[in-house]
């Protein structure tokens, strides 16, 4: 170890340098303090994992953080290794998937929506919501405004509020779900509420659910819509 230091110190390209960058990288002791006290192989393993877990854990926060249209998911909420709640489908039927994978494209700003066309195609497409071309159709539009929805969302929506009233209480709703942005975030990922709403296992398994359906119920019938007005 002592001839590796003296020799290949400042040799960016030695084996041993690599294993210096790895240590610093990952937050790991120096060379110096594990020449000194060696730790047992079980525990360096262990130290290890952890460290190489905190450290990408850390930048995919931040990464997801910086990403605008991961707005609406916790980003707290995320972790290495960890199903996200959209994801927890054990057992489920295939239509519990379908369901999942439009809410999941929903949460991570993948679901195109008019207002997405009109930036990939810089403005030469329209914003306009083509259901009711009352305004720019973005996911807070289709998800709490677009009239022509207004049937499915009043159905399915209802059943959102309805357990969180149980649950919590008016006040509560008053406080933390008082405008259509924090409605999405809520209905996108009820996670952002775990806290202020003390959402629980129960009310957590419901509102997943619930969340789900309506967001299903508002893509077939947009899908229909647009299908029948023949607009791709
Ligand atoms: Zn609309």
């Known amino acids: 170890m002592n001839r590796q230091i003296a020799t ?10 690599k294993i210096l960058n790895i240590l610093e990288l990952y937050s790991l002791p120096s060379i110096n ?17 952890r460290q190489i877990h905190k450290f990408w854990n850390d930048k995919l926060k931040s990464d997801a953080f910086n990403k605008t249209s991961l707005k609406y998911v916790c980003i707290d909420n995320l972790e290495i290794g960890k199903t996200a709640h959209v994801w927890k489908l054990k057992n489920q039927p295939r239509i519990e998937i379908r369901k999942s994978i439009v809410k999941s494209r ?90 202020s709403l003390s959402i629980g296992m129960e009310l957590a398994e419901k509102l997943e659910q619930k969340a789900r359906n309506l967001l299903f119920q508002l893509h077939i019938k947009r899908i229909e819509i647009l299908d029948a007005r023949n607009i791709k």
Not at 8 to 17: I, L, T
Not at 41 to 48: D, L, T
Not at 123 to 150: G, K, N, R, W, Y
Request: overall charge neutral; charged content about 25%.
């Open 8 to 17: 290949n110190f400042d040799n960016k390209k030695s084996f041993f340098s």
């Open 106 to 195: 929903m949460m991570t700003g993948t679901y195109i929506l008019q207002s997405d066309k009109h930036k990939f195609t810089h403005f030469s497409t329209e914003a306009t919501c083509q259901l009711c071309h009352t305004e720019s159709e973005d996911i807070v539009h289709m998800i709490t405004t677009c009239p022509v929805l207004s049937t499915i969302r009043e159905k399915y929506f209802i059943d959102i509020k309805k357990v969180i009233l149980d649950s919590c209480g008016p006040a509560k709703w008053n406080t933390y779900c008082n405008n259509k942005m924090e409605i999405t975030r809520l209905i996108l990922d009820w996670s952002n509420f775990k806290e």
């Open 33 to 49: 303090i594990l020449q000194n006290s060696t730790p047992k192989k079980n525990a360096w393993k262990e130290e290890i994992n």
